[in-house]
């Protein structure tokens, strides 16, 4: 009964101390983060444009209508539509490739393993920005390597970035290619991890090459599957830069994201209320398909 | 003791109230040393520090220093919106002609002096810096629209003179393409500034006494027009990003485009093959041949501590001397129609064209939402061009869009 007063003193200075040692990140999380998420969230209720500059006070407060007009936006549902066909096949090209490299990089290739280990993870620690300007070159239709190659067989090459049928798929093959390596490393550590004596007692059982990929492997990955399909498809919807640069969201806005479509009503003619609104149910929807994929390959 | 030491604070307190005086009453005085702030973009912003006209500005000025902030076009709009939204304007900065509406409403540019006159300035020009009946700005250089052609393969196809008419533009492209040119000619299918010359040529305007009238009948038509090219393959469907048009028109593979009067400079320089094989004219006509007008205008902002200064700097560069000089400097169009006598541009034929076209032009009404209506028109012309809707369909989606986006 004694000891406790003083115990409880020695609590409020521990955690004085505690806090105090985790102020410096707290300051910047509360100054840079927090309240920036907050005043977005006041924002997407307001009518925030150009004009409020001067007072930002006197924004307008138009409740949920921004949210209503998104959903009547035609850009904004071309916008919503091509980032879901980006993520869904980007995903699936992603993992499945990444998981063939892995697989071949864990069984064959000997000595050359860290070459190609270090050629495929490559692209994914080089600048976003200097991938995506070569890449435009190469699929430049008149003066691009892959057109001037085409040609050299006789193929007259289509004009690949300005077809509105085959842009995105050009810029999901560069975002797949480029995130290739990251998935790579992942399923490679993951792979590790499998025990070997699991693999010797199938073999002993009689078990094929394709039933312990099946059995074994793909069930033992599962976490890091998860890991990858969380991780991939959050960078995905986020897609921003690879348009930015080499589409501009064209042509006929058939490349047109979500992120960049609000980085156009937000900075480009500084509707930041509406912005904000289309911040959130991005943010929405990528909490919810987060979710989905927990549920979906969650270890039971 | 203590009343001492309260005499000093009050004699600290009486100092700094003085000091605090002085400054303010310098700066409201321009006859201390005063050092301006000014933006301008892309080659402005890089050759006027050490241009001649600037260096004769601080002759006759020697107590103004000017800091020249160079920005590349393409960052320029949103940099000063963010500036105005954190208060940190320049003293001045050069401004696109299509965004002094959205600025000028907002309040943040400061009415030009009186002493500036109107009438020493192309109309067009002028019409552009005008916002809610006020002059927010005066206008540097012009810019406008006119037609490249490649007069070898046009004699080549049989035909020698430059296109007058709707129809000879139309003729001159098939005769190109059957004489075994690609294309007949380049238009670009999302930008309005290609496709305006034809709707105001056409008799028609965005906006009439206040209200869109994009989807007019004369807007139908000069989008007609414009799908013709694209439907008969006179010109290329689609560019991909950083499509130069001068490398497919000096290989002939578009024989014409409509451009700026920087592509003159940039032809000589770059294809000195071609010169003498290719000439200027103005846009075609339906009604009138009437092209757009943009350029660039100098504006000085509000918050400035040195108003008088930075309108002195403005005017000194709206001088017709100056005006010749920075065009012999940069190529910039003069917006003074008096510096347009110097032998230096009244002796060149592929000016005299643009100095021509100058005369019958139209700006993009000055209103706070014309850069997302802009885009909007773009949209409307690019679906029109590969065919998705059609030109009555385009021309409505044009007129919707604009209404809505427009806050009177």
Redesign the interface.
Known sequence: MVARPARRGGDVRAALTGYAFSAPYLILFLVFLALPILASLVLSFTDFSLGDLTAPLGAPFIGLQNYAKLFSDDNFRQAALNTAYFTVVGLIATTVLGLVAALGLNRALGRLRSVFRVGYYLPTVTSIVAIAVIWRFLLDPNFGLINGALKQIGISGPNWLGNPTLAMPCIIAMAVWRNLGNVMVLFLAGLQGIPEDVYEAARIDGATPWRELLRITLPMLRPTLLFVAVITSIGYLQLFEEPFIMTQGGPLNKTLSVSMYMYREGFSYFHLGYASSIGYVLFVVIAAVTALQFRLLRND | MRSSARAINCLAVLALVLTACGTSSTSNTSSGPVTLTMWAMGDEGDKLPTSDAMQAFKKANPNITVNVTAIPWGVA??KL??A??GRQTPDLSLMGTTWMG?FG????LDQVPSSVSKSDFYSGAWDAVVVNGKAVGVPWYVDTRTLFYRTDLAQKAGINSAPQTWNDLMKLAQAYKASGSQYGIYLQ??DDQEWLPFLYSAGGDVMQNGKFTLDSQASVKSLTEWVKYFQQGLT???????FDVT??FTSGATPMFISGPWQISTLLKSDPQITGKWAVARVPKDQSSTSWAGGGDLAVFKNSQHRDAAWKLVQFLAQREQQISWFKTINDLPAVKAAWQDPALSGDQNLKVYGDQLTTTKAPPAI??W??ID?SIN?WL??AS?G?VTPAQAAAGMQQAATSLHKP
């Open positions: 709009h949103d919106v963010t105005v939204a959205e409403k907002i309040g943040v299918s999302n290329p469907k689609s560019e991909a990003q950083g490398q497919t706070a939402e850069t997302e885009k949209d690019e679906k590969a998705q």
